[in-house]
């Protein structure tokens, strides 16, 4: 749990926001018996949850789905976990879980900080990514921001030893906060050199509703790559 100076709430890795259409309603309950997953099952063994023993990717806030199923689906040796709080997103993701015929994806309709702290093994994740967090631009909410120094210890511990750390903004101050508090973790390398953002990653194999929205208002997108020592004390 993090709190802010001056407040008592928690630091959540969502919005609450829209609301579900009938058919992502009904993917939604259709295909979460294969492929939901909940805190309550208790810490993931990976080769039971998916049937094999393959690299394995993890995804906080995926949103609509689109990058993680096209990520998916041209990465068929690879699993990925999505974690998202959007009724909807969960609902347009098992959508295309279902239209494409995919077996390696599967998803958490929880917050991320209680599926890191309850779900994922420690040192089990190739790589983590995080694409769009919500921004909170007004100052005064800055502290409610997920990408704080304490949030990125908890993500680190459940990357294997040289795994990929991927975030993804397009609000240039909130790029610049995350870049300090990348390099401020001494477990973290910048795969970009020191104090250099990333040019856009395979990881994000596809532009995005969410990102073609924001490069028409004008916007650039900041994307950020570390990976972690291959020796952590």
């Known amino acids: 749990m993090t709190l802010s100076h001056s407040q008592s709430y ?7 926001r829209g609301q579900i259409t ?8 259709s295909a979460w018996p294969a492929f939901g997953l909940m805190i309550d099952q208790g810490c993931l063994d990976y080769q039971t949850v998916f049937g094999r023993s393959a690299d394995c990717y993890l995804e906080i806030g995926f949103g609509s789905g689109q990058s993680l199923l096209a990520l998916a689906a041209a ?15 969960v609902g ?10 995919l077996s390696n994806v599967r998803v ?18 190739q790589g983590i990514q995080i694409f769009f967090p919500d ?28 795994g990929w750390l991927h975030l993804a903004t397009d609000w240039e101050d909130y790029a610049k906060h995350m870049l300090a508090v990348l390099t401020s973790e001494p477990k973290l390398t910048n795969v970009a050199g020191l104090n250099q953002y990333a040019s856009r990653s395979t990881q994000r194999p596809i532009i995005t509703k969410f990102e073609r929205r924001a490069l028409a208002a004008g ?3 900041w994307e950020l790559q570390f990976k972690l020592a291959l020796t952590v004390p």
């Open 92 to 101: 347009a993701l098992l959508n295309g879980v279902l239209s494409q015929g």
């Open 75 to 89: 990465h068929p040796d690879c699993d990925y976990i999505g974690i998202e709080t959007h009724k909807p997103g």
């Open 135 to 162: 921004p909170w631009q007004k100052r005064r909410h800055h502290a409610r921001r997920l990408i704080q120094p304490d949030f990125i210890s908890q993500v680190i511990t459940k990357l294997k030893p040289a």
């Open 219 to 221: 916007r650039k997108v």
């Open 108 to 125: 958490f309709h929880e917050d991320a900080i209680d599926v890191l702290d309850k779900a994922i093994p420690a040192a089990s994740l």
């Open 22 to 29: 009938p058919g992502q309603e009904r993917a939604r309950i």
């Open 10 to 16: 928690r630091i959540r890795s969502f919005v609450r």
